[in-house]
């Protein structure tokens, strides 16, 4: 008696209704409480889905419908206010559920924090495990004035948790130097700047590998994605972290498990960061879930 | 295995998850494709679920809970752009089979002729009909620039259709000179520029009746709700629109369908109409179903 | 073989093609060059007029239709960019013709400075005028940090020139303490905070007199004209300066000129501010040109 | 007696005011009544005009100035809201009798679906009418659910019209399979995300050809023209985009008329895609003009 | 060598440069990590210094100047991001030493949390102290969804810390039944609605009493204050906050601290609600600081 | 006793408090009294020390940090609103002194008028004195409808000053024909379109000068800075605006002074543009002073 939710912006577009049927699962993890510059990702994936029905559900670039893919859209993880420990824990609880039930976790966030309790949920399955980070900052500190857990230390934390040398960050264009030093020292993959082109250099090198993928949507320049807490110029545009997501789709890696953060729509005009975000969440979706 | 949606903002906050066992039915109609003037009321509905996650689920005006009224939202009706004909019959069939099932029709627009089959569907059921309209404009034009069916012609339709003397509009502000004469002359009942006070000598004249309200957010003084297509200042505030639908409440008039229109969220700046829209609404289901 | 201007936005709604058989002319005086705080309402006049095609041609205040009155819109006079000086004298040329050629001049600000040569011009025609002055601010320096001819002087200068008794300011709400004692010794009228009462009081004494209206927008409260360069807390509902306007029609002055000013664009989130001074200056129309 | 419209942004900058002695027309086609995502591109051609006046006359890039073109700007062709039959109907009627005129058709729009009257129009004069179509999305829906007329229908209904052979796309990033597929079966050319590149390469083909240019906005990236109802990440530069357009210049094809469509000024955050629809404009008058 | 900052935005206008000649010290809270709906009010104080150079120094209302009092602008103090614990410990250690100074505390927030540590440094130099409470809401939870420190529980806090008795709320016009009953039963003073006139019952009884202020910008009603996190219809105008200011100013009470917090400015269009604080923040000081 | 003002936005992140212990001093010239189109750069400077907060002070570019050069930030310059003149002479004042003491001046804008007067103060310290000028305007008129002192006019004026040949403007892609005729007989260099190749063209004929650097933050691309009074496409990205920042780094030039203008932040939405101008002063300061 209710109508079809297929097309009301509820769910992302194309999802299926059946959690047991499905290959992947997508969620949201709407927290935003440890940013130090500008809040507002807690709303961001309820926008990305809201704004998807924007989208076609087939992809010229890949030649595939969304029908092609079974994924199912859980909603957003209910968050305590304020506690970022807790959050952090229901996070990770919910992960290691879809893990079990051999789903690929697809998250949206919420500030770049969310992403550590996935990585280290999925750290936790799969031993070989690497990360592709993209982002324009390095997220690398130990803490935030004090803060072990802040939006600016998640990579850091797993780096320390599956060694740095396993960890490849793309895009970066700003931290302290001490954070750059650190991940040098380290042995930790930092490409400066540039995205495309390092990251077909790494590719072949991880072929067979399985991959989680963290994307920053900073990464993005200002004009490609206005809509997130902390701007940084400099950045690359949609188009090229397009053929970077197809890139990895092309390549011999084995994605285990995504996430898209740092959209906060407060900041967005028109949507029109999150019409690029949920594109690009399709594109992920088609690409990588195989 | 999907995360409660209950405060999720996809349905509005305290509705029941069970249409058999709901008394009113509340939904959408996403249409705005007759304006003249500025579009955009289609995504109305959605917003005033959205930030209804905003607001308390007890009113301190009526001492009640949503819990204790039993509602289903239905979401969206599903209508073809730009073809307001099939738009039309598409929401008139809907409101049939809410009536058969002895539902208390609650709208969300959408354009104000969204309200036109609605009342037309009410009225086939309710004899003794009588209409309240709250607005800033007449809508009594038998057509606009030649077109029958357009926003500034619903309220005319239904007073042909059910007789003008069952017609009371309040708040009118603006219109053409003929409407007002014909209004006049038919022995329709137009409160120009007030609400409060003429409301409260109508209600007693209308003790027993059968009653369809129907809201134009635009009676509303546009610094109470600038989200909406057609603003015109000199209009009431939300504390008196507030007291309106209180006053209905205590009435002895039996209120057996309901609808708000013209919130268009692309004119609202941070929500501000959208969250009073999302109130009354809060404030008309407490007060009106019983 | 142009479209027809009439709904085009491009003129006021409802003016009449033809100078020559015009009683009154409205023009835009595209200046602010000279404000202290936030600039923008050059934009003012075209952006009233733009949004007049959102407004009813009939005003159900006054059951009078704009066909009714003839005025003809000249469009906004050309003005140097950052010459404040040349800008008042094109202004006081240009009022100097229209009242040379008997048509009532209709203003549209552009910063408040513009009314000060506009003033000039009529007092010249008329001896006996007396200045109905409705504003947030006293607008009485003598000044502004050396300059002296701001936004903050112009009533200063015209009662300067006209005597400060035959000057009357209503709903002043901020000013220098020196401003308020200047009045005071000089006998000008100023109702602190109160706008629609006092000036009831005031209008009977003025019986039969020459009178210039000039009404700066920020008079409105900021929740009814936040499209303002200086908003103050504080101020009055758009209803009870529609109210002062129908009073002053009402009353037994003759209105021989006024204007509307400082309506900025830029500040004005989806026309909510223009929307009212397009309607307000309908009723001014209607009420005051006879 | 009305100050020079010149530079008042009520006409097109350097636009000519006598409609006998023009070359070319431009006109506005203010309808998005069957959009089905976004409305609010019916407000795009005037915001065309009044943006126009922050631009030079001249051009750097083809060194010419508008007063080298005589062009005459006839406003807005009224159309009836929400009635797309009769709106294009009445485009196309317009059309034909500028084309007798022997006027270059110079249309701004608006939905999409009004190019579809003029290529008609136009189509009727010239028997090789080839079409070169910028833009994000095919267009080549046979239908929209169930609506013939539709902003999705436009390229297709041509196509079936002139013959899918001369039809050539640009920029194509969004579409149905069915869509895609159609084009590749009945040798229609479609450049999928690639625009100037692949315009190098038809251009000599088309040498001598009478040519159509359609440009709808959304074929520019997000971050170019947020300004729209459908933005689509990946797109093209403002730069390559005006590139197109003087290579279009400076090839041998021979075009008898052109559009730019789908402008939302209400989704425009401070006019960035309105100052760059004007520009874009001005060269293409000052290239294809001749 | 510095520009003087009296103008420049980065001080409250007025402010005296030395803190020991001070007799009251002004000082933002810039944190939002516990709430629950829209974050951003961390921004607050400074957008109020900012604005606040739109300001007269001098009050017509209660015809008093800055210069006549003294006091200090200090700054923000600086918060843990993400910590409410350790934030509401700086802040209350900050207060104690102000107070130990004899300064009256003179607060700008942030959310409505940071007056609890405030209220209890206060509390503990004052043994009749009683708190003045103006809000939308009844900020009464014992905690949220778990939480013992959210923005939803301070007034509670400070009600069992000082006793219901001694806390009077204002306006309130939203909170669960449980908070309004619990308020009932402890013999707190709840306000439904309205302001002005149950504060002009209760400030004799409270004559020569110490008294602490706290203001939640969201009382206005959002036509007022849109610039807030959580917004809610039928509320006070600014002119009915700023006549209940005056009547404190002119009772017999002792104003021994106060603040104003909720002000969210990404939620404020073009700096509405923000020049509202300011104001506000002046009468306050001119009115209660003696 | 007031709190660190380092990271509050009200000075730029990592100046130095000391004036006589700095080697460069920055300076804001709120003026925006002479622009034709949309006003607003005299908020420029603030918004640029706001934002800075948001930065690292570590370069990645440059791998330098802010506390490795000593620079003190003044405020700014107070300027009388609507006076031209006035104002350029206090400026060309400041910038006298700053050179006497052997600070390099480092401005914000403001219009690019304010360029002039520090332009021509730097010239009569260093005989040998070049311009690098940025900017997508020739300004190069010799006056602007008969002003001569207009936002048009300072590269003329300066190019009349110290000669035509040693003024080099790049990305110019706007003005009349006659500014560009002027240019050629005159001698002086204009890139068209292009920044960053013909800069690596210059810059080593220029080895060993003295070069003012002003930017004017319309060279980018609307896309990339959309805050400005005058948008106009087809510019560069903020990417080849840093590299060129880096090439004259990596340069034998020698960087005297130099400037960045036209921010006007009214027109940004959610600071991108701000952001941006921010990061672009950082790399100037680690850049350019040594
Ligand atoms: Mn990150
Ligand atoms: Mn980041
Ligand atoms: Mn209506
Ligand atoms: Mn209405
Ligand atoms: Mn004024
Ligand atoms: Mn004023
Ligand atoms: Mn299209
Ligand atoms: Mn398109
Ligand atoms: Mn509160
Ligand atoms: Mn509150
Ligand atoms: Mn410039
Ligand atoms: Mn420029």
């Known amino acids: 008696m209710r109508f079809d939710e297929t097309y009301s912006g509820k769910v992302f577009i194309g999802s299926h ?83 079990k039930d051999d789903k690929i976790p697809m998250g949206m966030g919420g500030e770049h924090l969310v992403s550590l309790p996935v990585m280290k949920a999925v750290a936790s399955k799969y031993d070989d495990l690497a990360i592709l980070h993209f982002d324009a900052h390095t997220d690398l500190r130990e803490n935030y004035e004090g803060e072990e857990y802040s939006h600016s230390t998640p990579i850091r ?49 991880l072929e067979g590998r399985n991959i989680y993928v963290t994307i920053d949507m900073d990464v993005l320049d200002p004009a490609h994605a206005p809509g997130t807490g902390t701007v940084d110029a400099g950045g690359i545009t949609s188009r090229e972290l397009l053929a970077s997501i197809h890139a990895i789709a092309a390549s011999g890696v084995n994605v285990v498990g995504f996430d898209l953060v740092e959209l906060a729509p407060v900041y967005d005009h028109s949507d029109q960061t999150a019409n690029t975000a949920s594109k690009l969440m399709r594109e992920m979706i088609l690409g990588w879930v195989k």
Chains 1, 2, 3, 4, 5, 6 share one sequence.
Do not use: C
């Not at 264009?173 to 020292?185: I, L, N, Q, T, Y």
């Open 17 to 99: 209704p059946n959690y047991d049927e499905s290959k992947a699962v997508l969620y949201g993890m709407p927290m935003d409480w440890t940013v130090s510059y500008r809040p507002g990702s807690r709303f961001g994936p309820n926008k990305i889905r809201e704004v998807s029905i924007g989208l076609e559900e087939y992809s010229p670039y890949l030649d595939r419908e969304l029908e092609d893919v079974r994924f199912f859209d859980a909603g957003d993880i209910p968050l305590p206010f304020g506690n970022p420990e807790k959050s952090l824990l229901e996070i990770e609880t919910y992960v290691h559920t879809l893990l």
């Open 157 to 205: 934390k797993i780096a320390d948790h599956i060694g740095p040398a396993n960890v490849y960050s793309f895009g970066i264009r700003s931290g302290m130097k001490e954070e750059f030093e650190w991940a040098k020292e380290q042995g930790m993959h930092i490409s400066k700047f540039e995205v495309l082109e390092p990251l077909k250099e790494v590719l072949p090198t």
